[in-house]
């Protein structure tokens, strides 16, 4: 089992940069496909970024592609979203994801965190 907590959301103005968080626990990453995905209200899930296992590879969403970077630091067995210029419609819960395979917006993963919400207002 891995268990996945995310933390760094919050509100911020249109333009501005957040970066998430993803702690894991119970197991080491360094074996684990990482991503994000994210879901507004009313909303389904969307992928945000994936990451290979030694984060030699990164894969975006059109929507976010040129402004956030995901990575990933194997020591520490965390994940991180550095989001810039953040619009309106990036809002939501972003969730962390890690899994056997590799992530892509098909959704499969098998392990998911609560999540963290991120406001931006316009």
């Known amino acids: 089992q891995v268990q996945l907590v995310e933390s760094g959301g919050g509100l911020v103005q249109a333009g501005a940069s957040l970066r998430l968080s993803c702690a894991a626990s119970?197991?080491?990453?360094?074996?684990?496909?990482m991503g994000w995905f994210r879901q507004a209200p009313g909303k389904e899930r969307e992928f945000v970024a994936a990451?290979?296992?030694?984060?030699?590879?990164?894969y975006y969403a059109d929507s976010v592609k040129g402004r956030f970077t995901i990575s990933r630091d194997n020591a520490k067995n965390s994940v991180y979203l550095q989001m810039n210029n953040l619009k309106p419609e990036d809002a939501a819960v972003y969730y962390c994801v890690a899994g056997r395979g590799p992530i892509t917006n098909r959704g499969n993963y098998d392990y998911r965190g609560q999540g963290t919400q991120v406001t931006v207002s316009s």
């Open positions: 990451i290979t296992l030694s984060g030699g590879t990164t």
């Open positions: 119970g197991r080491s990453i360094v074996t684990y496909y």
